[in-house]
């Protein structure tokens, strides 16, 4: 049988609302601290400045995703239709003059591509699929996603220390703070 | 800042303006706790013996209409409809054009609004998208059975085959599998992307083993750290801002289908704008005939209140008259073409053996929303209800104007011929009917028919700053010294 060991995940505490949550944040920002988030049941705006976030990269992914659709479905008609087999149908040619016809797969495909390019560009950015995290083992942080706001330092932060960190949660305002620990089969 | 802005600015503050009052999206000051309570427990208490009398015939009919009706047309052949020679077309298309204009209303919401700052479509854009979602499903059966050979369907992809044949990329038809398949791969992305965070409120709830399994795997881990929703309101932006042109350019390309041809009455230049107007009208009549009889059932009157049911009254009139500038426009034109065959065309729909199809078009598409002019008839459920049923009858009318009494008198008149749908017709289109609520009413059980992040997010206090101003005499009011103050602030 394997020996269960606890290891510190880091900080939860609760904070009262929503601008309470966004003070809270600033301070922690300007702390120094870089390893935490800020977790409420909807997005709160504004929050990405208060935490010293950058906007996020999809975009550029999702710009190329998208050229890559437009590209597919230009080579996939020209070809096709060009080169391969060129249909004449009422007397229509078949050439580099009739590109205005594939305008609307080429569009088409520009959207699907850009649109899975979304799906998984984000998937990899917040990085889930990811069924467990140490914080499901909290008792409270299930109210996360109902009516509570959080914030979580973790123990992975140079500042952190066990002492130290509740002490400054608690002078930002945090309430029930607790210490998340995850179990790590050792 | 540059100068010309600053006495803008400076001017602005000087000016008291009054500021509109706003009504609240969440009435009675309900909490977090509350509304996540109330949306969970549509799906997590017993269901309402009404439930059950939807579903179960629903489903009935689905089984028999779907089910069986494709059982017997692939079986014996597509004759058993009472498609011919020249209308070709028959129901089955005009089903199509139904059904996929159905599902523009929830892409509208979900995405045109979103883009518009809407905010009151966070109580009714998870709903309609689901609707946007079946309705597609029920969209795509037609076409893909009209081809004939179902087992052949394949054909209409780009991929070898053993004829070393090609898809002609000219076709509008298969710009139409195209737009088709995208519209529905695009909507799904967007309705189980906007699910996420409230299939996680749903697990965290869920205390049996393998609900918390099922919600746990399709909420992916959600945290609702700000980590993530930062990436996540941005995925979203980016898919309202792909699912607008894409919604306008579904419906447009279908109606190439028509305007490409060199058909009287068909050959307009107005078909994309005419038909994406009015795909959106019947899409929202469908809305509120599903949404105004659930928010009773389940108690989501706090949540989706009657602003939102004006809301959709008001859209619903607005494309009801662009729908009809668009008829008259059409007549107007063939009128003034002095182009003897559109002429006759329009004589034909509007006098001929199918003058009951036009009278019936034009009387609950164009007229019946008109009441919708009365505040008094925007607040009377029963009347925004029956308009919600004229329209959705009205716009299926409008689909079999435009295909069969085109297609019933063509050129020659050799061709000419009366249409009438079979049996098996009748028993499919039904079918799909009852496939629709039968789905509809799964996801009612299943998944979170509101927005529990979004209609969250709307209330007021959810503002960072709620706390930072002192005065709320009224939680939906933007108060008046608040707004002062902000100007204040932004010019200091």
Known sequence: MSTTRKRVYGYLAEFKSASALFKAAEKVRDAGVKKWDCYSPYPIHGLDGAMGMKRSILPWFVFFGGITGTITAFTLAYTTQVVIYPTIVQAKPSNIFTVPAFFPVMFELTILFSGFTVLFGLLALIQLPRLNHPLFASRQFHRATDDAFFIAIEARDGSFDTQATKQFLEEIGGDNIELVEEEDQG | MSSTSETAQDNVSDVKLPVLKREKLVLEGRSYHWITERICGVLENRQPLLWWMLFLPSALIAMIGVGGGLFHLVSTGVGVWGNTNRVMWGWPIVNFVFWIGIGHAGTLISAILF??????????????????????????????????????????????????????????????????????????????????????????????????????????????????????????????????????????????????????????????????????????????????????????????????????????????????????????????????????????????????????????????????????????????????????????????????????????????????????????????????????????????????????????????????????????????????????????
């Open chain 2, 115 to 492: 883009l518009t700052r809407q905010n009151w479509r966070t109580s009714i854009n998870r709903a309609a998208e689901a609707m946007t979602i079946f309705a597609v499903m029920c969209a795509g059966i037609f076409p893909a059975f009209h081809v004939g050979r179902v087992w052949f369907a394949w054909f209409l992809a780009p991929v070898p085959n053993a004829n070393a044949i090609w898809q002609n990329f000219k076709s509008p038809l298969l710009w139409d599998v195209f737009a088709v398949s995208t519209y529905f791969t695009i909507s799904l992305i967007f309705w189980y992307l906007g699910m996420v965070p409230d299939l996680a409120t749903i697990r965290d709830r869920c205390k049996n083993g393998l609900r918390k399994v099922l919600y746990g795997i399709f909420s992916l881990g959600w945290r609702g750290g700000n980590r993530q929703w930062s990436h996540y309101e941005m995925a979203y932006l980016l898919l309202a801002a792909l699912s607008t042109p894409l919604v306008l350019s579904v419906h447009s390309v279908v109606s190439f289908d028509f305007a490409t041809s060199v058909v009287p009455g068909w050959h307009t230049t107005i078909f994309p704008p005419y038909f994406v107007a009015g795909a959106i009208f019947g899409g929202f009549a469908m809305v509120l005939t599903i949404m105004i009889p659930a928010r009773f059932v389940y108690g989501l009157q706090d949540l989706i209140t009657m602003k939102h049911i004006d809301n959709m009254a008001k859209i619903i009139l607005l494309t009801g008259t662009i729908v009809g500038y668009a008829y008259l426009m059409e007549l107007f034109v063939a009128f003034y073409s002095g182009a003897l065959y559109e002429m006759n065309a329009f004589k034909f729909r509007i006098a001929g053996p199918y003058w009951w199809a036009y009278a019936a078009m034009m009387s609950l598409n164009v007229l019946s929303p008109q009441i919708f002019w009365f505040k008094k008839c925007r607040e009377n459920l029963w009347v925004v209800m029956a308009v919600a049923m004229c329209v959705n009858v009205g716009m299926w009318f409008e689909r079999f104007v435009i295909i069969v009494t085109t297609l019933a008198r063509m050129w020659l008149p050799g061709d000419w011929k009366t249409y009438s749908p079979s049996g098996q017709d009748q028993l499919l289109f039904v079918g799909t009917i009852g496939m629709f609520l039968a789905l509809f009413m799964l996801f009612m059980r299943f998944l979170p028919c509101i927005n529990i992040a979004e209609v969250k997010w709307t209330k007021v206090e959810s503002d960072p700053h709620y706390e930072d101003n002192e005065s709320h005499a009224d939680d939906g009011v933007v108060v008046e010294e608040a707004y002062q103050k902000e100007l204040h602030d932004t010019k200091s």
